[in-house]
């Protein structure tokens, strides 16, 4: 069965420095994708980043990235460069079956504080 | 494009009570969907349309109904509220089955 954990319930940085939220899935289905989520206090959810189990390469855009480690399950994401707007709820979702699956799991979040 | 909207924003239900909470899209997509997020949760998927015409359980179905109107809409109705549906509903759609667009949510309360 799908399943997204995310073991870090509140994070601090300090405003310009680079953090990780973590994020570790389990599925026994080869073709899934991983996303990350961004939710801030006025409660929207922004799409931020796409990784497919099968790129090669670790995602990017802009000042995120997708430490994709497929042996171990776990698809971090890295924010570089910290500013006071990223403060908010971070999300990581898994969706099994490739292009034909539609079934979104998110984990419990991660809420991330950013200090001026 | 207004991308995807949601009405309405707030609803208060007596339990017992239904309602129909409307979404729509206009982006072209052909997948849309229906989550709940819970106080200090991540969303959990209620219903899902794949395309239009097609509708399939997600991972909380019981208690509520869908329909897939048009490519454009889908509703999703709650037949008969309980606490336990106090909730944020979201709404959202894909080209395929890539990122999703959400929208602003429903914030529901049933007393």
């Known amino acids: 069965a799908q399943k997204i954990t995310q073991t870090q319930p509140g994070m601090f940085v300090q405003e310009k420095e680079a953090v990780t939220l973590d994020c570790t899935y389990d599925t026994s289905d080869p073709s899934y994708g991983l996303f990350w989520y961004k939710q801030p206090s006025s409660g929207e959810m922004i799409f931020l980043i796409y990784q497919g189990s099968y790129d090669q390469q670790n995602a990017t855009e802009g000042r995120y990235s997708l430490n994709f480690q497929k042996a171990r399950k776990s698809a971090n994401l890295v924010i570089s460069a910290s500013q006071l707007g990223d403060s908010a709820m971070y999300f990581c979702?898994?969706?099994?079956?490739?292009?034909?699956?539609?079934?979104?799991?998110f984990g419990a979040g991660t809420r991330l504080f950013v200090k001026a | 494009n207004a991308g995807v909207t949601q009405t309405p924003k707030f609803q208060v239900l007596k339990t017992g009570q239904s309602m129909t909470l409307q979404c729509a899209q206009d982006?072209?997509?052909?997948?849309m969907y229906w989550y709940r997020q819970d106080p200090g949760m991540g969303l959990r998927l209620i219903y899902y349309s794949a395309s239009e015409g097609t509708t399939d359980k997600g991972e909380v179905p019981n208690g509520y109904n869908v329909s897939r109107l048009n490519k454009r809409e889908f509703s999703l109705r709650l037949e008969s509220a309980a606490p336990s549906q106090t909730s944020v509903y979201f709404c959202a759609s894909s080209p395929m089955s890539y990122e999703q667009y959400f929208g602003p949510g429903t914030r529901l309360t049933v007393t």
């Open positions: 979702a898994m969706r099994e079956g490739g292009t034909g699956g539609f079934k979104t799991i």
């Open positions: 982006m072209n997509h052909n997948s």
